[in-house]
């Protein structure tokens, strides 16, 4: 399915774009997380301390074993700093 | 009620012109870019357009439910922010002033942790660190919960 991906702050930095449209068959946010990190050095330097990401599916907070059927964009950012 | 995200700064007073009339209990909060001991000049705030509007919006009804609040008022900003200048504001609007300062706490304890902005210093040599998450926000979140 197709599935926009976004990031954050310094999540983006690594990556170097803010978003990337792209074709997966990923169940959960793991194993999405786990594809993503496999692209290149840059998704993997992003991806590296999971303690320190946080996921939206569909611009709802959610958890890494979130199911992604029917999503249509996923976000990964930092904690977030708010207020 | 009503959140809003914006670049532009705002006034205070004028965002409370009318606000909370007939309640009985109005409280405010605004948090303004700090100096950090002359260490930073601005702020630059990321968000995620789209999701901090929902999530401000759900935030603040869940304060209207839970302590049944007369109004409310969110207002955060983005983008570069000089030292001084407001960052974002709430407003509760209750019967009883215990419920207006508890709301207002509430929606800042869920701003800090929970809404999608990041912040990120800038000193005189130009952009610098994103500020890192503090455990003490996350500690004060958790107190609503359960």
């Given amino acids: 399915m ?3 991906v976004l990031w954050f702050a310094w999540l983006r930095e690594r990556v170097g774009q803010p978003r990337e449209r792209i074709e997966t068959e990923a169940a959960t946010v793991r194993e999405l997380v786990a594809e993503l990190a496999a692209m290149d050095q ?31 964009e996923v976000a990964f950012f930092p904690p977030m700093t708010g207020g | ?21 007939g309640a009985g209990a109005v409280v405010t909060f605004s948090g ?7 260490r930073l000049l601005a702020l630059e705030i990321e968000h ?19 302590f ?6 969110i207002l955060h ?3 570069r922010l000089a030292v001084g200048e407001p960052i974002m504001m709430v407003a509760t609007a209750a019967r009883h002033r215990g419920a207006a300062f508890a709301a207002a706490e509430y929606l800042m304890d869920w701003l800090k942790s929970r809404a ?3 912040k990120r210093e800038i000193g005189p040599d130009g952009a610098g660190a994103w500020v890192e998450a503090r455990d003490e926000d996350e500690k004060s979140l958790a107190r609503w919960q359960g």
């Fill in chain 2, 48 to 66: 995620y357009p789209g999701m901090t509007e929902k999530a401000l919006q759900a935030y603040g009804e869940e304060a209207a439910r839970r």
């Fill in chain 2, 77 to 79: 900003r983005h983008g």
């Fill in chain 1, 2 to 4: 197709p599935l926009d």
């Fill in chain 2, 116 to 118: 999608p902005f990041w």
């Fill in chain 2, 68 to 73: 049944d609040l007369a109004d409310w008022r």
């Fill in chain 1, 42 to 72: 840059w998704h993997a330097a992003a991806l590296a301390d999971l303690a320190a990401v946080r996921v939206a599916v569909d611009q709802e907070l959610a958890e890494l074993d979130a199911p992604l059927a029917g999503a249509r």
């Fill in chain 2, 1 to 21: 009620m009503a959140a809003r995200v914006q670049a532009e700064p705002f006034d205070i007073a004028a965002e409370l012109a009318g606000f909370g009339a």
């Fill in chain 2, 32 to 38: 303004l870019v700090r100096d950090e001991g002359g």
